[in-house]
């Protein structure tokens, strides 16, 4: 297996390239219709591709894992936050680990 | 406003900031514990990368034993809206604002740290995104460095309930805009799915496919499932707009 060090060290530089490369290259508005259709879309898939099934996969039952998940998902779409959306995922995996 | 003023405003906004990063930084330390790094080590690596999604994905690359290359694709992929963010940012700096204060502010970029900057009004001062940061990255990197030290005496059940947290972000993330936009709805449905179909639980074995590693997969559906989602529903040209207007005055 690879250094440890080699993966962070690329994360590092590849997450720091990324936000920075825009303000020295793109010094106009992106103008191609499906690249920043695109790139408009692909934060959303991504986020929803690791979301599921890991997160049933993550707790040690995977029904507080899946119950959490759709309660997340309520409490989000109802208007709550990044924070309070995660405390009640967490909230609802470590009652619901008590019954099952 | 003067550069010190903005500063200390940064400072204040960024506290509410830190402290929503707490709980989510402590839950990406469980898994960089799984990694194998120190506490120091998971301290420095988040207030460098500064980034959930991001680190998330480049620990489990980590963890699966993934190529430097395929390591380098899901950085890109799970960091990709920042490209779009510091796009924005570009838009809001005043001409005079020399270049080494713009790679900076741009490098400074996550999901709230933006928010916060492109909130406010004119051209941006690079110094309120230097306080924010200077209060919310160390809290994110400590978040960090805590769950690496107190993930492995937890109770396992805590454990469990705090390895959430970070899924319980993402879907406040994907579930708002699903709400307002039938495209995003369906694309994030389609992601659940076939990520689905596509893992180690699934019922199905699909040949190839199903042998891949996790962050491969998430590339290819992140691909095929963007490209459909932007040929079938274009993003209306007004939808990505910033307001460059008002920033004459205050430069």
Not at chain 1, 90 to 98: D, K, N
Not at chain 2, 34 to 48: D, H, Q
Request: aromatic residues 10%; glycine residues 8%.
């Amino acid at each position: 297996m690879m250094n440890k060090y080699v993966y962070l060290a690329i994360m590092i530089v590849t997450i720091g390239l990324i936000r920075v490369l825009p303000v020295t290259l793109i010094r106009k508005q992106i103008k191609n219709k499906f690249i920043k259709s695109f790139l408009y879309y692909v934060p959303y898939v991504t986020l929803a591709v690791m979301t599921f099934p890991a997160i049933v996969e993550a707790t040690s039952s995977p029904i507080a894992g899946a119950v959490s998940l759709v309660c997340g998902i309520v409490a989000a779409w109802f208007g709550l936050g990044l924070f309070p959306v995660s405390v009640i995922c967490c909230a609802v995996v470590f009652i619901l680990e008590f019954f099952v | 406003m003067n550069k010190k003023q903005a500063f200390l405003n940064g400072l204040r906004d960024g506290l509410p900031i830190g402290t929503g990063y707490f709980a989510v930084s402590f839950s990406l330390g469980i898994i960089a514990k799984k990694v194998g790094l120190t506490p120091i080590e998971g301290f420095l690596t988040s207030v460098f990368a500064r980034a959930s999604a991001g680190e998330y994905a480049g620990y489990s690359m980590i963890l699966a034993h993934a190529t430097l290359v395929e390591t380098i694709l899901v950085c890109i992929i799970t960091n990709a809206r920042y490209m779009l963010m510091t796009t924005a940012l570009s838009q809001r700096f005043s001409d005079s604002t020399p270049l080494f204060h713009r790679i900076f502010v741009a490098f400074q970029a996550t999901d709230e740290i933006f928010g916060a900057t492109i909130a406010r009004p004119g051209s941006i001062i690079p110094q309120y995104t230097y306080g924010l940061t200077a209060v919310a990255a160390p809290m994110w990197g400590l978040g960090t460095a805590l769950g690496i030290i107190a993930g492995g005496v937890m109770p396992a059940r805590a454990v469990s309930a705090l390895s959430v947290a970070l899924y319980g972000m993402f879907i406040a993330i994907i579930v708002p805009p699903s709400k307002h936009d039938r495209t995003v709805f369906l694309s994030v449905a389609a992601g659940f799915l076939l990520s689905y179909l596509l893992s180690d639980i699934s019922p199905l074995t699909i040949p190839f496919i199903s042998d891949l590693s996790a962050g491969t997969k998430t590339i290819i559906l992140t691909m095929v499932i963007s490209s459909a989602a932007a040929i079938i529903h274009p993003v209306p040209d007004n939808e990505q707009k910033t307001d460059t207007s008002s920033g004459a005055a205050e430069a």
